[in-house]
Structure formats: C-alpha cells, structure tokens
C-alpha cells in the first residue's frame, strides 16, 4: 500500500490552496491530492469564469482580516504563477441607505480602516451611468476588492503545490477514509493510500466521506448568468468595477467583461436545497431565465434581457452561512466545509489555515466560530 505524509481530498477552491501552502511550507513531505474529476472542470463550486471579491466583509468583523490575508496570498499567487487572477478593479456595493448589507459593509471599513468611496446618487449617475439608480440609492467602493478569475486561480495553485514536489491525481474518486492504528486510509478507485494526515476539501461531496458532518452540511446550488451589454465598451474592467446591487428586494452580483462580449450578472435565484449533490436542482427553467432577465435590465438597463450563457453550481452549506474548519480523529483529518457559495475570496486564507493546522496544530486565521462544535451548540433551540 502507497504511504504518503498528507493527502488532500478534492483539489478545487480549497484544497488546491491547501496543497500549494503544504508543499510551500514543507517541500520535503510526500504530498498527495487527490481529484475525482480534471485539473479544472465544470462540476466545482468554483467553476463559471470568475468571482466577485471583497475585502470589506458585509457578513461580519471577524472575516475582513481574513480577506485581507487572502489579499496577499492571491497577489503571491500571482507572482508565483505568472498568471493574472486578481481584478484589481474595485467592489461597488449600491443599495438604498440604511441597506443592512451596506451598513454591515461601512462597518467594516470603519473598524479596519478600509481605502474606500462613498457616493450619493447623483454622484453614483456621473461616474457609474450603466447602473439604474434610484434617488435614495448610496454606493460605497471597497478599493481592495474586485474579482478572481476562479478557474485560474485554482489551476495555478495546484501547478505550483505540483512544481514545488507534491504529486497529485486526477479522475480519482474517493470512496472512504478510516482511522486505523497506523494512519488514515484512504480508499480511491486506484486502491488504497495510507497517509499520517488527511484534508477533506470535497464541498458538495464532503459527507460521503465525513458522513458524521451530515447534521451540519446541506448541498445548496447557485445559479451564475450571463448578458450581452448593447454597449460593451462601458463594461470593460477599466471602467467597470465588481458589484453588488440590491433593488427591491432583488439582490445582484457581477464583474465587468472577460470575453469581450458579455458580463456576468447574478439576480439571485433560490434554488433548492438537498442533502446530496445527486438530488440537486439540474438547472434553471425558462421561467426563472425570464425573472433573471428582468431583473438584470432593471439594475442594469443596457443589458439585453436574454442571458447569453448560464450555469449552476453547488456547494456545501451550514445553517449560518459560516464554514466548518476544524480537526476530526484526534486531528488526523482536518475539514474545510461549508463555505455556502461564499468561499472563494477566502480560498487562499483558509487553504493557509489548513496547512498550518496539519503542520502545527493551530492557526491564526481559524475561528472559534468554525469548529464543528460551535456550530452544534448554535443549532441547539435555547
């Protein structure tokens, strides 16, 4: 039986990360990741072009530290790989004042000391006409964030983890891992690997292999649209930044153009939640495809109202919307999970988390919020 140091399980958003920080800290253990489908491929979380990044985090004070390490770490990414993947463009928010997201978001600013702009709705009109705006609209640009290309940022991190020495494996499915008295065993398609430590980074798939995380994790899916702009010379990330919009009661996402003919923008659709990823919606129907165009010409009136190109992609997710990082067997198995269709930005940060988790024991970009534990207590009906 092949015996290795680590092995991660499922190279996307976060084991990808995870491997490249391993085998960055530590480029004399035997690393091993382990992929059931490509290199980069259609099924992940991740997939679908590009994501929005922010640093000054809507969804609460302890991320944006978090987000502004990840920051860095796509910057050194970058570097490494000779590849571009940070959007260096900027993340607009714009929403009616009193917004909660976007008084969570100037929290944030406020309490890091954030690089950022504040607009009124006559100055969001003249410097960003593409946007519909109401007269009790505000805007507040996040000058550190923007977007991730998010299929190069993964296939970037896993060449490097592969040039600094760790091996990896792709169409290799997972089929079990146990404790035994001389390691973890990993059980693959390919027969079995014995290693001293494992990361489980399967998202959607996560309780096929840690089923004990099944009362914590659902599989949610994500719908990702795209449209044409009549005028796509005002799309241009030059000129565009990555946004949110929230319109009555419809809350958006989007980046500026990457193909040269479209942009993506994300109406949110509720789709249904499921236990496991093969019970998970198939995609949307014409009717939702005609809500979402509606929607994306009333924030963004430019936009002819025919989605060029859609996808869904699914994700684990918790109660809280709050990961799950945290050991398992005595700390022989390390989980990320849960990221709930928000865990890109954070790819980087929490693949360092991982990495120094196996190494050390700890981290300092962990919380006490993430561990399976506190999300029990949380669920319990006081």
């Known amino acids: 039986m092949e015996r290795v140091d680590v092995v991660v399980v499922g190279l996307g958003s976060m084991g990808s990360m995870a491997l490249w920080r391993l085998a960055a800290a530590r480029p004399d253990l035997r690393l091993l990741g382990i992929e059931q489908y490509g290199g980069v491929h259609f099924h992940g979380?991740?997939?679908?072009?590009?994501?929005?990044?922010?640093?000054?985090?809507?969804?609460?004070?302890?991320?944006?530290?978090?987000?502004?390490?990840?920051?860095?770490?796509?910057?050194?990414?970058?570097?490494?790989?000779?590849?571009e993947i940070l959007l260096k463009v900027g993340a607009l928010s714009v929403g009616p004042a009193g917004h909660p997201d976007l008084d969570a978001t100037l929290q944030s600013i406020s309490d890091h000391d954030l690089p950022h702009e504040t607009m009124d709705a006559a100055e969001l009109r003249a410097r960003y006409p593409q946007f519909h705006i109401e007269a009790d609209d505000v805007g507040v640009l996040d000058v550190l964030g923007g977007g991730t290309r998010s299929e190069v940022g993964v296939l970037a991190a896993t060449g490097e983890a592969i040039r600094l020495g760790a091996a990896a494996r792709f169409g290799v499915q997972v089929?079990?891992?146990?404790?035994?008295?001389d390691g973890v065993r990993v059980a693959t398609s390919e027969g079995d690997v014995l290693a001293d430590r494992v990361v489980v980074t399967a998202g959607p798939w996560t309780t096929r292999v840690l089923p004990d995380l099944a009362d914590l994790l659902t599989v949610s899916t994500y719908a990702l649209t795209w449209f044409m702009p009549r005028h796509i010379e005002r799309f241009t990330p030059d000129r565009f930044p990555g946004f949110m919009r929230d319109l009555g009661g419809v809350h958006a996402f989007g980046v500026p153009t990457l193909d040269g003919y479209s942009i993506k923008m994300c109406p949110q659709v509720d789709l249904d939640e499921v236990a496991d990823i093969a019970a998970r919606p198939p995609g949307l129907v014409r009717e939702q495809l005609v809500w979402v165009g509606e929607q994306a010409v009333r924030m963004i009136p430019d936009l002819v109202p025919e989605a060029v190109r859609w996808s869904v992609h699914s994700d684990s997710k918790t109660a809280a919307r709050m990961p799950v990082i945290d050991t398992v067997a005595d700390g022989r198995i390390v989980v990320a999970a849960g990221m709930s269709g928000n865990g890109f930005k954070f790819a980087p940060v929490y693949g360092q988390a991982l990495a120094e988790v196996i190494l050390t024991g700890d981290s300092e970009w962990t919380r006490p919020q993430f561990t399976a534990a506190s999300h029990r207590e949380a669920a319990v009906p006081v």
Do not use: C, H, M, N
Request: no cysteine; hydrophobic share 35%; proline share 2%.
């Open 45 to 83: 979380a991740y997939a679908g072009e590009s994501r929005l990044f922010r640093v000054a985090a809507k969804e609460g004070r302890i991320y944006t530290p978090l987000l502004v390490r990840s920051r860095e770490l796509w910057t050194e990414l970058e570097q490494a790989s000779g590849r």
């Open 175 to 181: 089929d079990g891992i146990d404790v035994t008295s």
